[in-house]
């Protein structure tokens, strides 16, 4: 009976020493994968950080190039700059402009993205319309707002905004323009007075309220909360 008994306990005690170590094992294993996906989450982080901010700095590129071909910039003195001091004198404009998108974005559903693309159509027929660079961000937003008022998705909005500022519109691509009732005379009218931007902003301002209240709806929220996010990048 004591040898039996000295058999088991020695048994038990072995049971118990490989049960510690698997556990132990276990508990390593579990820290490794664990870092293991802190590690790449952590590179994913920065890999789309990266990303983004070189998206961000090819559209201010963009923006500039823009701004320095259609408009005439001028230095303190009212002469006009050579090419290079133009450009980089859009430089300091688009980077701007492009932060109070990032701004504007968490005012509408549209995320930063979205926007900062919109901008970028609206630029070239925007500064045809004598609109200058804050009238067109302006208006931006609020054909953005517009757009989420009335169900339509954001990647449309280039026709609209075409449409809107050259008079060019039709009921079958610009869906805004007919709800407000406004024609291609109606545009042309108000560029040809000069008040075509306030003209529009006063047609837009319904939507701006309306957005107001949509962006407290979900799918608005989790836009806002992305382009908060964008914030910290």
Do not use: C, H, W, Y
């Amino acid at each position: 009976v004591g040898l039996l008994r000295r058999i088991m306990e020695r048994a038990s005690n072995t049971a118990n020493r490989a049960e510690f170590t698997f556990r132990r094992l276990f508990g390593i294993l579990a820290a490794f994968a664990a870092a293991r996906i802190a590690i790449q989450g952590f590179f994913g982080l920065i890999k789309a950080t990266v990303g983004f901010n070189a998206n961000v700095e090819q559209a201010e590129l963009g923006i500039a190039s823009l701004l320095a071909q259609l408009t005439d910039v001028r230095d303190e003195a009212g002469n006009i700059q050579t090419v290079g001091q133009a450009l980089e004198s859009a430089f300091g404009v688009a980077r701007e402009q492009v932060q109070l998108l990032r701004r504007d974005a968490l005012t509408t559903a549209a995320t930063f993205e979205e926007l900062l693309f919109a901008f970028q159509t609206a630029i070239g027929p925007g500064i045809r319309a004598a609109f200058d660079v804050d009238q067109i961000r302006k208006f931006t937003l609020a054909i953005s707002q517009a757009a989420s008022a009335i169900g339509l998705e954001q990647n449309q909005l280039a026709e609209e905004i075409r449409s809107l500022l050259q008079g060019t519109i039709s009921s079958r691509t610009t869906r805004i323009a007919t709800i407000l009732g406004i024609t291609s005379d109606d545009v042309k009218q108000a560029r040809e007075a000069g008040v075509l931007f306030e003209f529009l902003e006063d047609r837009l301002q319904a939507f701006g309220v309306a957005g107001d209240k949509a962006k407290r709806n979900f799918l608005p929220l989790i836009a806002n909360l992305k382009g908060a996010f964008t914030l910290l990048l």
